[in-house]
T-cell receptor, first 114, second 111 residues
């Protein structure tokens, strides 16, 4: 089956620093990847749609200058949380779309901002 | 806007009983409806899905039904087991090429 990896699996950083999260499709090419954020005991909230070779599409209320997305190749999308603050602490999950719109998730990255 | 409502938010059943979770979507252009099971701290796992040209689909103890007219779809788990305890999410793949998730149902199967 399709495999999506995500790195790092967890990260702790100081307030004001930036953190980069990588999402890779290991055995298929993904023109579209999604980035979600999930707070404790809540659902997955779509942050942005990452399209290879073009600018990401952000959901309403998500600051594009704070959450930088780069999808430079068909197997890699990155999310950079800039100037992180404690309220950015969350579980970030990426996914990639395969044929027939089936979605495959990465294992997630738990971000803790001190 | 696009949204998916999911009920109930919590559900407790005795082992061996059935569990039913219901979702309603708003975007009539939605054409793909997956159900995910998520355990604490882990990624969602696809357990069953249904497309808009099908009314029902079954896979062993799990079944999903879809009523396009009413924009309802439901997950049915029969003969529940303690390992079915988890959070379940429905989702709809919308006409704007993205997934809209339900709010989740925390299922607890009591042994």
């Amino acid at each position: 089956g399709a495999v999506v990896s995500q790195h790092p699996s967890w990260v702790i950083c100081k307030s004001g620093t930036s953190v980069k999260i990588e999402c890779r499709s290991l055995d298929f090419q993904a023109t579209t990847m999604f980035w979600y954020r999930q707070f404790p005991k809540q659902s997955l909230m779509l942050m942005a749609t990452s399209n290879e070779g073009s600018k990401a599409t952000y959901e309403q209320g998500v600051e594009k200058d704070k959450f930088l997305i780069n999808h430079a190749s068909l197997t890699l999308s990155t999310l950079t949380v800039t100037s992180a603050h404690p309220e950015d602490s969350s579980f970030y999950i990426c996914s990639a779309i395969l044929i027939r719109n089936e979605q495959f998730f990465g294992p997630g990255t738990r971000l803790t901002v001190l | 806007g696009e949204n998916v409502e999911q009920h109930p938010s919590t559900l407790s059943v005795q082992e061996g009983d059935s569990a039913v979770i219901k979702c309603t979507y708003s975007d009539s252009a939605s054409n793909y409806f997956p159900w995910y099971k998520q355990e604490l701290g882990k990624r969602p796992q696809l357990i069953i899905d249904i497309r808009s040209n099908v009314g029902e689909k079954k896979d062993q103890r799990i079944a999903v039904t879809l009523n396009k007219t009413a924009k309802h779809f439901s997950l049915h788990i029969t003969e529940t087991q303690p390992e079915d305890s988890a959070v379940y999410f429905c989702a709809a793949f919308s006409g704007t090429y993205k997934y809209i998730f339900g709010t989740g149902t925390r299922l607890k199967v009591l042994a």
